[in-house]
Nanobody
Framework: QVQLVESGGGLVQAGGSLRLSCRAS????????MGWYRQAAGKERELVAS???????NYADSVKGRFTISRDNAKNTVYLQMNSLKPEDTAVYYC??????????????WGQGTLVTVSS
């Protein structure tokens, strides 16, 4: 069983910063890609940023230059540093791990979501 625990969401004024963290727990041998998605009210879930085990990153155009994704493979943890936040960044942010290899299987996992609210 793999669990993802997120932290770091909250309320911030436009132009401010937040840092999200997500730690994967369980009998994990390795994780291929880790990433963050978000879903705003009335909209579909979208990819914000992802990072492979080798450190290759991918960002949505809307967050390039403002958000930075990183990971600590030893801690099975992924981070999302969000700077210059805008009201349109308001959403529930979900951590996602793809290719989580455990003793018995290889699976994907989602976190429970953390709310980020940016006030204008």
């Amino acid at each position: 069983q793999v669990q993802l625990v997120e932290s770091g969401g909250g309320l911030v004024q436009a132009g401010g910063s937040l840092r999200l963290s997500c730690r994967a727990s369980g009998r994990i041998f390795s994780i291929n890609a880790m990433g963050w998605y978000r879903q705003a009210a009335g909209k579909e879930r979208e990819l914000v940023a992802s990072i492979t085990s080798g450190g290759n990153t991918n960002y949505a155009d809307s967050v390039k230059g403002r958000f930075t994704i990183s990971r600590d493979n030893a801690k099975n943890t992924v981070y999302l540093q969000m700077n210059s936040l805008k009201p349109e960044d308001t959403a529930v942010y979900y951590c996602h791990c793809a290719g989580v290899r455990t003793m018995f299987n290889n699976l994907d996992a989602w976190g429970q979501g953390t709310l980020v609210t940016v006030s204008s």
